[in-house]
């Protein structure tokens, strides 16, 4: 079975600056899909960004990038230029091509600060 | 468009009361979800529709009824729910299909029993 850890419950950052928020997982195929979704106090849960398991470029969406280690199978997100609008809980998530589950890690509440 | 309207925002329910959650998405997607999210938490699977079938049950109590009368639309019904049932729940949608599919989530209902 598939597991995803996100090791960081909490981080802070200053407004502007650039934070990485860590991720790994565990899965035993070779074909996979890693996401980052985001949960503001709003409730509702928006992707960040998304990475085919088969691609070795890191995928990137406007601030937000990420690091795709395949082998040491780590998927951190890193924001540049943090927004108060940032502040949510950050969730990693990993779905198998096989299946139409996604296995979501523990999350980490991310605060922008002014 | 990649909203998924969920309805209503907030319900309060009695034990002995019975109830209907509500999802709605127009983007052709036909794969549905529900989703059980308790505070600080990542969200729990309970239900998938495909192509308007029950696909898969994650073991949910039987108080808990889903329904999916097309494939824009999706209900969960509820009865004699136990004051632990509340909690965030979550609908989401996606293409279906055989390829991996983004998932896109509604705001949620926010669900107390009494």
């Known amino acids: 079975a598939q597991t995803v850890t996100q090791s960081q419950p909490e981080m802070s950052v200053q407004e502007a600056e650039t934070v990485t928020l860590s991720c790994t997982y565990d899965?035993?195929?070779?074909?996979?899909?890693l996401f980052w979704y985001k949960q503001p106090p709003s409730r509702q849960m928006i992707l960040v960004i998304r990475q085919e398991a088969y691609k070795q470029q890191n995928a990137t969406e406007n601030r937000f990038s990420v690091n795709f280690q395949k082998a040491a199978k780590s998927f951190s997100l890193k924001i540049s230029d943090s927004q108060l609008g940032d502040t949510a809980m950050y969730f990693c998530?990993?779905?198998?091509?096989?299946?139409?589950?996604?296995?979501f890690g523990e999350g980490t509440q991310l605060t922008v600060n002014p | 468009d990649t909203e998924v309207t969920q309805t209503p925002k907030h319900l309060v329910m009695g034990m002995t009361n019975k109830k209907s959650l509500k999802c709605e998405q127009h983007m052709g997607h036909r794969a549905m979800y529900w989703y059980k999210q308790k505070a600080k938490k990542p969200p729990e699977l309970m239900f998938v529709?495909?192509?308007?079938?029950?696909?898969i049950n994650e073991s949910v109590p039987s108080r808990f009824s889903p329904e999916c009368p097309n494939s824009s639309l999706l209900n969960l019904h509820l009865h004699a729910l136990q004051p632990e049932d509340s909690a965030l729940y979550l609908c989401?949608?996606?293409?279906?299909?055989?390829?991996?599919?983004?998932?896109?989530f509604g705001a949620g209902t926010r669900l107390s029993v009494l």
């Open positions: 989401a949608s996606s293409q279906g299909g055989p390829i991996q599919n983004i998932q896109y």
């Open positions: 998530a990993l779905e198998e091509t096989s299946g139409s589950r996604l296995t």
């Open positions: 899965t035993s195929e070779n074909n996979y899909y």
């Open positions: 529709y495909s192509y308007e079938k029950l696909s």
